[in-house]
């Protein structure tokens, strides 16, 4: 017997999911294996109720809560997902298993793509951050960095203002703002480096200093920067539409170009954030839940 609903990924949106569709009687298999997205970072923040819970610690107080609703657990990577009828799919997990389900909810996140930088890997998750809502507070007031490539970057660093006054925009080697642009980050006080950037600096997952091609350091205590984003491997196996920024196109119902195949979370939006992802996690077992719901009350 078919599952009603392959989860893929256990994170806030997909243990969402899960538990939603587990509380409308769902038979429900998760699948999630490998690293969080979010295993460099210490504490999850901004998630009522949850704020500054370590990441291990979220999944295993979410898997509880599923315990009640029969919720299947497998830690397995899928591999591969075909359509076995209509409005049917067979998925093969690592080790040869293969299970078969009525509706696909992608929620695996996205991979960030580090950069080739010296020091850049030991320092990510620990000084160099995505979301100042995520890791602003803890590091407010002290000395920050904003890597900053194209204009809207660079207009952004007036709102981060909000959590420490001591900014400086790296631009990389990237063009230089316009005039106006130019003119309020000087008002609001924030130095603009044009120059590229060659290593960073640090020690115990502290950085230290930013050093620019020409041997020029400056010192600074954080790194925000928003990295490269790709989709999984498996992802971009299915040949899903995706928008102009990479991101995987859903609908009203959170449902992908490929019917029965919905999506929800980080792998959908640049707007990227634990409790978001458990929204929109809400929002598309609702959206799958419905859906077949009325498919069993037609048959």
């Known amino acids: 017997m078919p599952y009603d609903a392959l989860i893929i990924g256990g994170g806030p949106a997909g243990l969402t999911a899960a538990l939603y569709l587990g509380r409308a ?8 294996a490998g690293p969080a997205r979010n295993a460099a970072a210490h504490e999850v923040h901004g998630f009522t109720t949850r704020d500054g819970i370590p990441p291990a610690e979220f999944r295993r107080a979410a898997w509880a809560d599923l315990e009640p609703y029969g919720v299947t657990r497998r830690e397995a990577r899928v591999h591969a997902i075909e359509r076995v009828r209509e409005g049917g799919f067979r998925a093969r997990l690592e080790g040869g ?7 696909i909810l992608l929620a695996l996140g996205v991979v960030d793509v580090l950069r080739d930088l010296p020091g850049y890997a030991e320092l ?7 979301c100042p809502y995520c890791h602003g507070f803890e590091v407010r007031d002290q000395a920050w960095g904003l890597v900053a490539q194209g204009e809207h970057m660079v207009e ?7 959590w420490s006054r001591d900014l400086v925009v790296f631009l990389d080697g990237a063009p230089a703002p316009p005039p106006a642009v130019a003119e309020r980050l000087e008002r609001a006080g924030i130095r603009v480096e044009p120059r590229p ?5 640090g020690a115990a997952g502290k950085l230290e200093a ?8 400056i010192p600074r205590d954080v790194l925000f920067v928003r990295p490269t984003q790709r989709q999984t491997p498996l992802v971009e196996s299915l040949g899903l539409a995706l928008n102009e920024h990479g991101y995987v196109q ?33 929002r598309a ?15």
């Open 97 to 103: 298993e293969t299970v078969e389900a009525r509706r």
């Open 124 to 130: 990510w998750g620990e000084s160099i951050f995505i």
């Open 156 to 162: 952004h660093a007036l709102f981060f203002r909000g």
């Open 210 to 217: 930013v050093e620019l091609a020409d041997g020029t350091r």
């Open 250 to 282: 859903v609908n009203e119902l959170f449902e992908t170009s490929v019917p029965g195949i919905h999506a929800a979370g980080d792998l959908t939006t640049m707007m990227q954030g634990a409790i978001l992802a458990a929204a929109d996690g809400a």
């Open 25 to 32: 009687r769902k038979r429900v298999l998760v699948c999630d």
């Open 285 to 299: 077992a609702n959206a799958l839940n419905r859906a077949i719901t009325l498919e069993d009350a037609e048959r």
């Open 197 to 201: 950037l060659r290593a960073l600096h």
